[in-house]
Antibody, heavy 121, light 110 residues
Framework: QLVLQESGPGLVRPSETLSLTCTVSGDSINTGSYYWAWLRQPPGKGLEWIGSIYYTGTTSYTGSLRSRLTISRDTSKNQIALRLNSVTAADTAVYYC?????????????WGQGTTVIVSS | EVVLTQSPGTLSLSPGERATLSCRASQSLSSASLAWYQHKPGQAPRLVISSASSRATGIPDRFSGSGSGTDFTLTISRLEPEDFAVYYCQHYDSSPPRWTFGQGTKVEIK
């Protein structure tokens, strides 16, 4: 059974770097032609895909965050990492790690439980 | 870039009633690329429908999806108490890979 678990600090100061980790159990992140994605939901707003990494290591990012966002992987730990630089209050959100299924035309069928990040001094 | 517009923003209904949620795309989409999710507070989103009309694993048959081109619909035939939630439509584009969500429709108890 595939399980995704997000972790990271719940509070980040403005202008600093947000770092989150998604630990994957039940499958290897560098096999199977899968994407691994990060999404977020700011308070009172909808879901937003922010970026993803393919099993080959190729990344893609939403345009509004491309200059500040880096998604990477650690295959030895079976983890996907997110780094978001120069955060502001607008980056306050619940952050989700998710895996879209190629069998479902890349709909997200597996999600982590989410981790809340607050940007505040 | 595709923009998905969902309507209505809020749907106030009673248990047992029929819910009809709309998702309109700014350009014609492949039906295969359209999915619907249910999202409850404090929980991860749950895939309800993929490829516009295919129910996800474990989703009851009171949920159905339809549509093509620019207009897609999620229908809940008879609302159960556990169905009250926010529903999002989502589109996948492969070149480059990116996922776009609508702004959501809240189905609330009347």
């Amino acid at each position: 059974q595939l399980v995704l678990q997000e972790s990271g600090p719940g509070l980040v100061r403005p202008s600093e770097t947000l770092s989150l980790t998604c630990t994957v159990s039940g499958d290897s992140i560098n096999t199977g032609s899968y994407y691994w994605a990060w999404l977020r939901q700011p308070p009172g707003k909808g879901l937003e895909w922010i970026g993803s990494i393919y099993y080959t290591g190729t990344t893609s990012y939403t345009g509004s965050l491309r200059s500040r966002l880096t998604i990477s992987r650690d295959t030895s730990k079976n983890q996907i990492a997110l780094r978001l630089n120069s955060v502001t209050a607008a980056d306050t959100a619940v952050y989700y790690c998710a895996r879209p299924s190629s069998y479902l035309f890349y709909a997200f069928d597996i999600w982590g439980q989410g981790t809340t990040v607050i940007v505040s001094s | 870039e595709v923009v998905l517009t969902q309507s209505p923003g809020t749907l106030s209904l009673s248990p047992g009633e029929r819910a009809t949620l709309s998702c309109r795309a700014s350009q014609s989409l492949s039906s295969a690329s359209l999915a619907w999710y249910q999202h409850k507070p404090g929980q991860a989103p749950r895939l309800v429908i993929s490829s516009a009309s295919s129910r996800a694993t474990g989703i009851p048959d009171r949920f159905s999806g339809s549509g093509s081109g620019t207009d897609f619909t999620l229908t809940i035939s008879r609302l159960e108490p556990e169905d009250f939630a926010v529903y999002y439509c989502q589109h996948y584009d492969s070149s480059p890979p990116r996922w776009t969500f609508g702004q959501g429709t809240k189905v609330e108890i009347k």
